[in-house]
């Protein structure tokens, strides 16, 4: 987990209704995401690949792209 992506990181959702999507880190939030609604912490402004915009937390996302060593296919 990393709270310290810039704003454009290409990133990856690991959890949540949005898992496996891609898009760009557009602006750091503190507050309620989009899979977690009552709960407020740090996390992320995501714009999909597709076009929508999401608020995720933290740790639902990674970098995109990570060596294939540490790739998770499931």
Not at 31 to 40: A, E, I, R, V, Y
Not at 45 to 73: I, Y
């Amino acid at each position: 987990m990393d709270l310290n992506f810039s704003l454009g990181t290409e990133v990856r959702i690991t959890k949540g209704a949005y898992a496996r999507q891609t898009g760009v880190i557009d602006s750091h939030i503190f507050g309620p995401s989009f899979d977690f609604p009552d709960d407020s912490t740090f996390g992320y402004g995501v714009q999909l690949d597709d076009g929508n915009w999401v608020l995720v937390r933290h740790d639902q996302v990674r970098l995109k792209f990570r060596k294939s060593a540490d790739r998770d296919d499931t």
